[in-house]
């Protein structure tokens, strides 16, 4: 003998699955949402909002073992040309002491934009800390941040060559 099924039954569970589904999609995606704005995942930027500068090792002004040490600039602050990075331009300033570069400072880069607040935030910390430890303009791209690094290493170059570099 045969169990009688109600033809109800298949036609609620499937519509309720569907919904329970969705909602926990659209609840999870409105989660991360809320929790990437407080936390200041998108870029937003306060003074209360440690970045990613303050994690880093200090490099040191000594030369890496790789590199050029026959190096030498004159001492003093050079300031490179703007520099083109698409949302907004870079411009760089070099600190020379005793032949070598001891700071590299940003004197302008994009930051009207969360975006571009939050690339910056990531991408200047390496970029300064990598043009200190191989002293000359020849960083790498960090990913992510590529029209920054190139605008980066076009205006710490001008620096540069101010300094008497080649």
Same mark, same amino acid.
Do not use: C, W
């Given at each position: 003998?045969? $169990? !009688? &099924? ?8 499937? *519509? +309720? $699955? ?7 999609? #659209?609840?999870?995606?409105?989660? %991360?949402?809320?929790?990437?704005? +407080? ?7 306060? =003074? @209360?909002? *440690?970045?990613?500068?303050?994690? +880093?090792?200090? #490099? =040191? ?6 590199? =050029? /040490? ?7 602050? %050079? ?13 760089? $300033?070099? #600190? ?7 700071? #590299?400072?940003?004197? /302008?880069? *994009? ?11 990531? !991408?200047? *910390? ?7 430890? &191989?002293?000359? !303009? ?19 170059? !001008?620096? +540069?060559?101010?300094?008497?570099? @080649?």
């Amino acid at each position: 003998m045969r $169990k !009688a &099924v109600s033809p109800q039954r298949p036609y609620f569970n499937q *519509p +309720l $699955k569907q919904f329970a589904l969705s909602f926990f999609v #659209v609840a999870t995606f409105a989660a %991360y949402a809320i929790r990437e704005q +407080l936390t200041g995942g998108s870029g937003t930027t306060n =003074a @209360a909002t *440690p970045t990613l500068a303050a994690n +880093l090792p200090q #490099v =040191a002004a000594q030369p890496a073992p790789n590199s =050029a /040490s026959a190096t030498h600039y004159r001492d003093g602050e %050079y300031t490179g040309d703007m520099a083109d990075a698409y949302f907004g331009y870079v411009q760089i $300033k070099a #600190v020379i002491q005793g032949g070598r570069v001891t700071d #590299v400072q940003f004197l /302008s880069y *994009p930051s009207d934009r969360r975006t571009s607040q939050r690339i910056n935030n990531y !991408a200047m *910390p390496y970029l300064k800390n990598e043009a200190i430890q &191989v002293q000359n !303009a020849n960083v790498d791209i960090v990913s992510g941040a590529t029209l920054t690094s190139e605008a980066f290493i076009q205006s710490f170059g !001008a620096a +540069l060559q101010q300094a008497g570099g @080649a």
